[in-house]
């Protein structure tokens, strides 16, 4: 008479199913899995300011390639910029964060960041600056202002600085380009070997990961 009972092989030894019971018999590899990740977590943030300290020259831009109020085409989000420009500034600079100053500010943490016009570009550009403000800003004289372009919808503080345009006056459409000046590739390339060093950590993760998988940490 047959029966789908069968004796197993001596030696061989029943897995029972289930996350529970994998994750008993696969310690090391979860733990192994974690430290993984946690390396992830820290490259994540670093990959675009890494790329970005790789830039070389700056893209030039002009107030013709600004005259639509929105990043120009052939121009991404976190590209290195350069645009000459004279300060769109009131004369009266204590009073910053005001309609008459016409400089924006936003603060947090004890952070604090300055908004402003060019006369040449209206408001099609905003130059942000970190910090605090020199105060021949208002002389008249055209400068040079490099930095990382972006929108006013994806600056620091959004909601706080969405507030500070509007009480001195100045364009707040989320599309508007920002001149980023704070934030320049050589700012990021003297950060450069902790970058590395994230980067060589993480890759040794996923290689002692490949290799010990399962096996305990204390033996060979």
Do not use: C
């Not at 994540?44 to 600004?66: M, R």
């Amino acid at each position: 008479m047959g029966t789908r009972h069968r004796d197993r092989p001596a030696g061989e030894h029943y897995k029972r199913r289930g996350l529970w019971p994998w994750i008993r018999r696969n310690p090391w590899l979860l733990v192994r899995l974690f430290v993984v990740l946690m390396m992830t977590l820290p490259l994540s943030f670093i990959t675009d300011d890494l790329s970005y300290s790789l830039q070389g020259k700056p893209e030039k831009l002009t107030a013709a390639d600004l005259s639509s109020g929105e990043i120009p085409p052939g121009v991404e989000a976190g590209d290195y910029v350069v645009v000459r420009g004279t300060p769109d500034v009131g004369k009266d600079l204590d009073t910053v964060g005001t309609s008459e100053s016409q400089v924006g500010v936003s603060a947090r943490y004890e952070v604090v960041y300055f908004y402003f016009r060019l006369r040449e570009t209206g408001n099609d550009l905003l130059i942000q600056k970190p910090q605090g403000l020199s105060q021949d800003l208002g002389n008249g004289e055209e400068r040079v202002w490099k930095g990382r372009i972006t929108s006013v919808g994806d600056v620091i503080f959004h909601d706080t600085t969405q507030q500070g345009l509007v009480r001195a006056g100045l364009p707040h459409d989320e599309n508007i380009p920002v001149v980023e000046t704070g934030d320049t590739p050589v700012y990021y390339r003297d950060l450069l070997p902790v970058y590395l060093l994230i980067v060589g950590f993480w890759t040794l993760s996923i290689f002692y990961l490949a290799w010990r998988r399962n096996k305990p940490l204390l033996r060979s």
